[in-house]
C-alpha cells in the first residue's frame, strides 16, 4: 500500500555568494575553460557549508549536500530548521523551480507547489478572473476551475467582491481566495511553504483542517515547511530536520522535533556588552537552554567612576510583544539591601529559581541605579527563549491564548470526606 | 520496494542537467488555458482605469504615420513606390509594431516574471508563447485600422486593391511572430545573468527600424551605397512584400524571403536550444 512517492538521491546546491558582475564572468569563463579540457567543475569542489553567521573564506556554498530521503504516499513530511538551513530551496527543486547542483529526484505523480499564496495574482484583475489565471498557474484546467469555482468562493468567503478588482480587497481576503484555489488543486504530491503564517486565527484554523484533510482523506501526499512547530506537530507523521544544508535527523516527527528543540538549546548564549556603568551581562541557566520552571540566572558586571551606595538593580522582562510582563528590583524584595558601603566595581547574580513563563521568546531590560535614580539604562539587553518541549512539566501542552504564565504544581485534590458525613 | 527500481515507475525525474533541446511541447499543451488566460490578462490589464481603453491601440499608429507623412515624406522627399503616402506608412508601421512588439516583449520574459517563475512550476515557454499571441490580437486591431483607411482612400480614388496576393499576409505575420520570438527568447535567456543586452535592446529596435524599409520603399535606396546592409537585414523583404501584398504593387522578392525564411528558422532553433537550457535554473542568477 504504502509506494514510495518521493525519492531524492544525493541533492545538493550550490550557491554563490556576493553580486553578479565581472568578476563572476571570470568565473564563468574559467568554467567553460575547465569543461573544454574535460576537467571538473572548478568551484564545486570549494563549497563551504552554510553558516549564514560566519564569516567563510569561499564565495560558494552548499545551501544543500547530499539529502537523502524517500516520503510514501499518503504521508505528511514535515520539514523544519532554522532560517537558512536549506527548507525553502529543497522545496524549490522539489517543484521545478530550480534545478540540483547534482543528485536527482525521482517522482511519481503531480506535484503543485504552493511555496507563496496567490502567485501570479494581477491587482488590477477581478477576484473572478485571478481565480482562473492563479489556477491555470497552479496546473489545473479551464474545466477544472468551473467545477470547483462555487467551492473555492465559498471557502474564500469572498462572494460580494468576487467581480472587484484584487487590489480592492482587504490583505486578508486576498489571502483567503489566494488560499482557497490552492487548496482545490488535487495534485498527487502537495508542497507547502509557511502559507499558514497569514490570515486570522479562524482561517489559519481552515487552512489547517484542509490541509489534514488533503492527506487523511484523499490520500495525498504532503510536504510540508513550517516554523510552526504545533501545527507540524498535528499534521505530520514524519520529519526532516535540516540544518545547514545538512539533514541533522529524519524520520517519526517526534524525534525529529526533538533534535529540534535540543539543537536551540545548545545555541543560546546571549550577552550585553555594554559603555555605561553596566559593563556586561549574561543570562546563566543550568542547562544551555531555559524550560518553563527552569533556574534563571542573570549575571550582571558593574564599573563605575562615582561609588555607588545602596545598589538597586532592576529588571522587566518584556515578551515578544514587547508587553511587560515582569518588572522588579531588590527593594520590592523586603527593601532588601544589597550593600551598606558605596562600591564602585563589582558583580551581581539575579536567581529566578523557578522561571514561570510559557514558552516564546523574551527580552530584558536591566536598570542599575541608587535608592533614588537611575544611572544606567541598558534597553533590550538580554534576550532568552523559553524553549517548548515534549517533556513539559504539563502532560499536555497549555494553551497559549488562555495561558500567558506557567503555574507549576498546582495540585487537584478530590476529597471524597465530605459526602460521607 | 523492488518496483520502485524500475524505471517506468516514475512520472518524472529531476536532475542536473537536461536533454539539449527539451521544450516540453507535450507539457506546453496541457497548459493551453494558462496561455489563454495570460493572453487575456495582457489585453484587459492593460488598459484598466483609461478611458480610451482599447482605441489606445489606434491612437500610436496614427500618430507615428503623421509624423513619417511630415519627416519623410514632406521634408525628406522620399518617394513611395507610387502607394498613396499614409497608406505606405502605415502599412509599414502595422507590421513593424508587430515585430518590435513581439521582441521587446518576449526579451523581458525571465527577467519580468521572475517572481512567478521562482514561486511555481509551469513550462516556460508559455509566456513568451502568450505574448505572441497577445500581440496578434493587437495587430489584428491595428489592422483593421489599415483596412478602414484603405477603404476610405479606395472610395475616394475609386479603385481598390484585392488580390490573390492577400493570402500571403498570413505568412508574413507568422514570420513576424518567428523572428520576434526567437531574437526575443535569445535575448531574454542571455539577460538573466548579464544584464547589459537589456540596455541594449532598448534603443536596438528602434535604430533597426531605420535600416528597414518602414519609412521609404526598397527601391528608393538600391543605388545607394549601403543598399546591401539594408537588403542583407531579414526584416527587409517581409515589410517589402507585405506591402506587395496589400497593395499589388512591385515585385515580390521570393529569394529574399526564402532568405528570411531559412534565417528565422535558425535563430528560432538558436532560441529554443538556448532557452530550454538556461529555463531549468535562470532562478538562481536572475
Known sequence: MSSIVIRTENISKQYRLGSVG????????????????????????????????????????????????????????????????????????????????????????????????????????????????????????????????????????????????????????????????????????????EVLAVGDAEFQKKALGKMKDVSSKDGRTVLFVSHNMTAINSLCQKGLLLSNGLILESGPINNVLDTYYNSFRAMRSVEYIGEGPIRKAYIKTSNSGVFSSDELKIVLYFFTEIPIQNIVLGIVIRDHQDTAIVGVNNKHYYSEKLNNTPLSEGEITITIPSISLMPGDYKIDLFLGDSTTDIDIAENALHFTIQE????????????????????????????????K | MNEANNKDYWDQVIKPKGKLLDLHIKEVWRYRDLMWLFVKRDFSAQYKQTILGPVWHFIQPIFTTIMFLFVFGKIANIPTDGIQPVLFYMSGITIWNY??????????TFVANAGIFGKVYFPRLVLPLSVVLSNIIRFGIQFLLL???????????????????????????????????????????????????TVL??????????????????????????????????????????RYALFGKGMLDYTGLLYSGG???????????????VERSFMDTV
Open chain 1, 22 to 193: 565581472t568578476g563572476s564572468l571570470i568565473h564563468d569563463i574559467n568554467r567553460v575553460f575547465y569543461r573544454f579540457r574535460g576537467k571538473e567543475d572548478p568551484y564545486l569542489q570549494i563549497g563551504e557549508t552554510n553558516d549564514r553567521s560566519k564569516k567563510g573564506s569561499s564565495k560558494y556554498v552548499w545551501a544543500l549536500k547530499d539529502i537523502n530521503f524517500e516520503v510514501n504516499q499518503g504521508e505528511v513530511l514535515g520539514i523544519i530548521g532554522r532560517n537558512g538551513a536549506g527548507k525553502s530551496t529543497l522545496l524549490k527543486i522539489l517543484s521545478r523551480t530550480t534545478t540540483p547542483t547534482t543528485g536527482s529526484i525521482k517522482i511519481k505523480g503531480r506535484v503543485a507547489s504552493l511555496l507563496e499564496v496567490g502567485t501570479g495574482f494581477h491587482p488590477e484583475l477581478s477576484g473572478r478572473e485571478n481565480i482562473f489565471l492563479n489556477g491555470a498557474i497552479l496546473g489545473m484546467t479551464k474545466h477544472e476551475i468551473i467545477k470547483k469555482f462555487d467551492e473555492i468562493v465559498d471557502f474564500a468567503g469572498v462572494e460580494r467582491y468576487i467581480d472587484t478588482p484584487v487590489k480592492r480587497y482587504s490583505s486578508g481576503m486576498y489571502v483567503r481566495l489566494a488560499f482557497g484555489v490552492a487548496a482545490h488543486l488535487e495534485p498527487e504530491i502537495l508542497v507547502v511553504d
Open chain 1, 389 to 420: 518541549t515534549n517533556v513539559n512539566p504539563t502532560s499536555i501542552r497549555l494553551d497559549y491564548r488562555l495561558n500567558k504564565i506557567f503555574l507549576n504544581k498546582i495540585k487537584w485534590d478530590l476529597s471524597t470526606d465530605l459526602l460521607e
Open chain 2, 99 to 108: 515585430f518590435s512588439a513581439c521582441l521587446n516583449a518576449t526579451s523581458n
Open chain 2, 147 to 197: 483596412l478602414s483607411v484603405m477603404i476610405f482612400y479606395g472610395l475616394k480614388n475609386g479603385s481598390f486593391y484585392i488580390g490573390i496576393s492577400w493570402l500571403l499576409i498570413p505568412l508574413l505575420v507568422l514570420m513576424m511572430a518567428g523572428l520576434g520570438l526567437g531574437l526575443g527568447i535569445i535575448i531574454s535567456a542571455l539577460t538573466t545573468k548579464y544584464r547589459d543586452l
Open chain 2, 201 to 242: 535592446i532598448g534603443f536596438a529596435v528602434q535604430l533597426l527600424m531605420y535600416a528597414t524599409p518602414v519609412a521609404y520603399p526598397l527601391s528608393f535606396i538600391q543605388d545607394k551605397s549601403f543598399a546591401a546592409w539594408i537588403e542583407w537585414n531579414p526584416l527587409s523583404p517581409i515589410v517589402e512584400a507585405f
Open chain 2, 263 to 277: 534565417f528565422i528558422c535558425i535563430i528560432l532553433f538558436i532560441g529554443m536550444l538556448i532557452f530550454s537550457k
